[in-house]
Nanobody, 126 residues
């Protein structure tokens, strides 16, 4: 049984940084495409970042490009999202997601992923 558990969220001032952690179990993530999505209050869940299962391709939403970095530690079976220069509009619940394959053509879409974590709250104060 695959489980994804996010942590690292919290309250931070605008301009600050946070590192989100997604600990995976039940399946090795090294060859899977992984993603981070977020859902702000009153809005639909949206794509934030993804990393391909094979190779080193990373993808970012335009709104976070240059501020967020997605990475993976295969030895720890863990996915990370380093978030810098945070803005109040980044306040949301952040979810990690895993696809049971290495392809990444549709990384932007929620239905591309097979498993989801429960989310971690990020609140950025102005």
């Amino acid at each position: 049984q695959v489980q994804l558990v996010e942590s690292g969220g919290g309250l931070v001032q605008a301009g600050g940084s946070l590192r989100l952690v997604c600990a995976a179990s039940g399946r090795t993530i090294s060859s899977d495409t992984m993603g981070w999505f977020r859902q702000a209050p009153g809005k639909e869940r949206e794509f934030a970042a993804a990393i391909s299962g094979i190779g080193i391709s990373t993808y970012y939403a335009d709104s976070v490009k240059g501020r967020f970095t997605i990475s993976r530690d295969s030895a720890k079976n863990t996915l990370y999202l380093q978030m810098n220069s945070l803005k109040p509009e980044y306040t949301a619940v952040y979810y990690c997601a895993e696809r049971a394959a290495s392809d990444s053509r549709r990384y932007y879409y929620e239905d591309f992923y097979n498993w989801w974590g429960q989310g971690t709250q990020v609140t950025v104060s102005s």
